[in-house]
């Protein structure tokens, strides 16, 4: 019997039983986002739920394209009457698909259960309550997006600007696993901007459907007028969770500026879904090369024998 080819191929046996075991590098490479939509249920926000239900999918099909897959929705109403025991929902989960979270086509289909009935709208208790009540998949990108056009009217004393913050940050130091917070809110900006994100670019209609970027010197000074406290509750909110602060009042205008605002915010969400999963931790995927090399290195031995 020839000793070396009998250990050269259990060798190769092994080898290849190695190489099976090892994960390939596109599925540990795999990307994904959980989205929370959290939006105000009161009588003002009728045209806000309908675009939720055609944008959402168009931010779906634009994480696919650059790569983030399998992504889940959810969708948390607030703000509405109960007439039941006359008082005002703080935050209430509405199926998607018959669950928290599912596609984005059932995502829209769970819009038409949106109610527009109320007039006492607190975002804090309904960031809150998605929070505790929506469970998150590990490395994968957490965002929120809050839709109102008031500011916050407190209905839990215990709820505040630190608090809110520490649970998109969850409670860690480590900013990987932050949960980037977009308001859409009745706020206007500098240079009439769209919008502007925690790095201080303003997003600017550009007449035709499109838009542009401009980079300002900072972040002060930014809002020139909002509805009462609506930039401390929210904008400063969403821009120290690391997302963006956007104007409503240009979305409700309608035409070619409304078009601007939904591709400048689609392309905000991807660029931050896209940041939020590079910081996440992707496993080194066992080198092949690194194998092979040592069943080049036995072979050798062996035949040195």
Not at 220 to 228: K, P
Request: glycine letters at 10%; a negative charge; hydrophobic letters at 40%.
């Amino acid at each position: 019997m020839n000793v070396n080819n009998k250990y050269l191929q259990i060798g190769t046996c092994s080898l290849a039983l190695l190489i099976a075991g090892t994960p390939a590098a596109t599925a540990a490479s795999l990307q994904s986002a959980d989205v929370v939509v959290i939006v105000d249920e009161s009588t003002s926000m009728f045209g806000e739920h309908q675009w939720l239900g055609t944008m959402i999918p168009q931010l779906d099909t634009a994480l696919q394209s650059k790569g983030l897959i399998d992504n889940r929705f959810g969708l948390v109403g607030f703000g509405n009457y109960n007439y039941s025991n006359n008082s005002h929902n703080l935050g209430r989960s509405l199926p998607v698909g018959g669950a928290n979270f599912a596609t984005s086509a059932e995502f829209t289909t769970a819009t038409n259960n949106l109610l527009v009935s109320g007039w006492f709208e607190d975002g804090y208790s309904a960031i809150d309550f998605a929070l505790n009540n929506y469970s998150f998949r590990e490395d994968v990108a957490v965002n929120f997006i809050l839709v109102t056009d008031e500011d916050r009217d407190n209905g839990n004393s215990s709820l505040n600007f630190t608090n809110i913050l520490a649970g998109l940050q969850r409670g860690t130091a480590d900013s990987k696993d932050d949960i980037f917070l977009n308001a859409v809110v009745n706020a206007n900006f500098v240079n009439d901007a769209i919008g502007v994100n925690s790095e201080a670019n303003a997003y600017i209609a550009d007449g035709s459907g499109g838009y542009r970027t401009t980079k300002l010197p900072s972040l002060s000074g930014i809002v020139t007028n909002a509805f009462s406290n609506t930039e401390a509750d929210y904008i400063d909110l969403a821009l120290a969770s690391g997302g963006a602060g956007w104007n409503l009042n240009q979305l409700r205008v309608g035409g070619s500026t409304a078009t601007s605002f939904t591709s400048a915010f689609i392309d905000i969400k991807v660029e931050e879904m896209q940041q939020q999963q590079q910081h996440k931790r992707v496993p080194e995927p066992v080198s092949v090369l690194g194998l092979l090399g040592v069943g080049v290195l036995g072979t050798t031995s062996l035949n040195k024998q």
